[in-house]
């Protein structure tokens, strides 16, 4: 059971560029989320799933897209990066509420140039 | 959008001491507050929760306390241990939309020898 899995660990990009973020969660959890994690900005909810074939809109989810294919995986893209996203990203997964425990995977740490 | 003001930003406590951090929030869409804590390079795990019908809960050091008419609940870590050392945040169910936890901004926790 590996639990929140996130690929790749680290990538540096350069403006312009695009890139996708794959999470995969082996818990069978409806609900699934991408944060970013900023120095003092705490954890900011980017988007979220509440089951397969389903996305919704975060506090910051300007400048990037979704899809939720399948109900293991949640992927966030980015089609043309800015410096303004170098952060770390978090996926996370839910049973069935925000109330239930939220499993985060081990991050993304990205660096746009 | 909802407000979740976490304090201190950070702080120092010597082994064997107590811990405290505290959240403040405007409103929330229900009772359930948890804190989660995050070690360097790692994503957060969510360390304890209340679902207040009591205003207090306690798991080995751990404990919250929650003070629903002052909209604040804080975490306490009692005889703090160096291996406490992390990031802790709180969070609250976020009004409006469903399906959506709003994270405080972090609490760094150094515990010196």
């Known amino acids: 059971n590996a639990g929140v899995t996130q690929t790749p660990k680290f990538r540096v990009l350069k403006t312009g560029q695009s890139m996708t973020l794959l999470c995969a969660q082996d818990m069978n959890h409806e609900y699934m989320y991408w944060y970013r994690q900023d120095p003092g900005m705490g954890l900011r909810l980017i988007h979220y799933s509440v089951g397969e074939g389903t996305t919704a809109k975060g506090e910051v989810p300007d400048g990037y897209n979704v899809s939720r294919l399948k109900k293991q995986n949640f992927l966030l893209g980015l089609e043309s990066a800015a410096p303004s996203q170098t952060s770390v990203y978090f996926c996370?997964?839910?049973?069935?509420?925000?109330?239930?425990?939220?499993?985060f995977g081990p991050g993304t740490r990205l660096t746009v140039t | 959008q909802q407000q979740v003001k976490q304090s201190p930003q950070s702080l120092i406590v010597q082994k064997g001491g107590i811990s405290i951090i505290n959240c403040a929030y405007e409103n929330t869409a229900f009772d359930y507050f948890p804190w989660y804590q995050q070690f360097p390079g790692k994503g957060p795990a969510l360390l304890i929760a209340i679902r207040p019908d009591v205003s207090e809960k306690k798991e080995g050091r751990f404990t919250i306390s929650f003070n629903k008419s002052a909209k604040q609940f804080s975490l306490h870590i009692m005889d703090s241990q160096p291996g406490d050392s992390a990031t802790y945040f709180c969070?609250?169910?976020?009004?409006?939309?469903?399906?959506?936890?709003?994270f405080g901004t972090g609490t760094r926790l150094q515990v010196t020898l």
């Open positions: 969070a609250v169910p976020n009004t409006g939309t469903a399906s959506k936890l709003t």
């Open positions: 996370a997964s839910s049973r069935d509420r925000e109330i239930d425990e939220q499993y």
